[in-house]
């Protein structure tokens, strides 16, 4: 058998293979975290373990390591978590004193899964992922859509009093259309330009039919989370799909510096403050801006909570505060959406 460590990073994972008595087999290997990466991982420990049995043992970073333990696992691997702590143990155990690298974390993970043979493994929830697939897919339309609009927009010479969203809307095509048929224009150009306004239209109906997939597949999931102010069926789909099994985080606080909701102590000034965090998950960061905006004006409460804030902190940090305080009330709301579906699976496999 052949266990693989791998420690990983946002745009790089390092992997170092070991056998059953953990003595290291090849040379390390740094892959890019891309579309290629498993191929890479792949043809690489097949090189090294032949028809051997692979497991796979992933220091818990699941933030940056889902995309590899979802790709390996749908490749019929077996993957395993490795809590950091572990890692740091069997570091100290198999490295030299003060050494610390990509390559001997990765092996100090192999050596960690080889000696707990109890760990977690990782699985993905069907449901999860097919909600994964069509939310990437739908911001892909939705990129192409907006760069399609703005060629067309800046081919026409006028602003038209449109934003790209006003063009995801029937009436907003129509006034295109119009313009189209009064513009006097070559033959070639308006082929072109009628082209273009037709690839629009199309790009719309296909985006139109994601969203109501998604609202069919997320409503029975997440029916807390769509009862807050402000998270919408798109934006439910996004937090599920990006969060996955929210039990990882075993507080709000840790959903909250993986979101960039957590503001970070600022420990050089001459008095205790904080300062905005610029990393985590931007796409979560995008969902809790929008909800914020959305409950400033729409939701009594936050709006009490924003004035409550905003002589001191500012209307930018009153918001800030109101978006950590969101993570709060999703943390909970998903916390209870899924223990109902487990509860759904375990009466789901009585019945069987």
Avoid at 47 to 62: C, L, N, Q
Avoid at 131 to 143: Q, S
Wanted: net charge positive; with cysteine.
């Amino acid at each position: 058998m052949v266990t693989v460590g791998i420690d990983p990073h946002k745009h790089v994972h390092v992997a170092v293979a070991v056998n059953a008595q953990g003595r290291r087999l090849g040379k390390p290997l740094t892959v890019k975290n891309d579309a290629f990466m498993i191929t890479v991982l792949l043809t690489w420990v097949r090189s090294i373990a032949g028809d051997m049995p692979v497991t796979w043992a992933i220091e818990d970073g699941r933030g940056f390591a889902r995309r590899l333990a979802d790709g390996l696992l749908l490749a019929s691997q077996e993957v395993v978590w490795v809590p950091a702590r572990l890692t740091a143990a069997h570091r100290k155990l198999h490295a030299a004193t003060g050494t610390k690298s990509d390559p001997v974390d990765a092996a100090a993970a192999a050596h960690a899964a080889l000696a707990t043979p109890g760990l977690d493994r990782h699985r993905i929830d069907e449901r999860v992922r097919e909600l994964r697939v069509l939310v990437d897919y739908r911001a892909d339309l939705i990129k192409r859509r907006t760069m399609m609009i703005n060629q067309l927009k800046a081919q026409l010479h006028v602003w038209l009093d449109h934003t790209p969203g006003d063009l995801a809307r029937p009436k907003g095509m129509d006034a295109v259309t119009a313009l189209l048929d009064a513009a006097s224009l070559g033959a070639h150009v308006r082929q072109a330009l009628t082209e273009m306004s037709m690839e629009i239209a199309e790009l719309n109906r296909r985006v139109r039919q994601l969203d109501d997939a998604i609202r069919e597949l997320v409503t029975p999931l997440a029916p807390t989370l769509l009862e807050i102010t402000g998270i919408s069926h798109i934006s439910a789909a996004i937090l599920i799909a990006e969060i996955g099994d929210i039990t990882r985080f075993s507080s709000s606080a840790k959903l909250a510096r993986y979101t960039g909701c957590a503001p970070i102590p600022v420990y050089s000034a001459d008095k205790e403050r904080h300062r905005l965090h610029r990393g985590g998950n931007r796409r979560l960061n995008s969902v809790l801006y929008t909800a914020a905006i959305v409950q400033k004006r729409r939701y009594p409460a936050a709006q009490a909570l924003l004035a409550r804030h905003e002589p001191t902190k500012g209307s930018r940090g009153a918001r800030r505060i109101l978006q950590r305080h969101l993570i709060d009330v999703i943390h909970r709301a998903m916390t209870t959406d899924q223990a109902s579906w487990q509860h759904h699976i375990t009466r789901h496999d009585h019945a069987a």
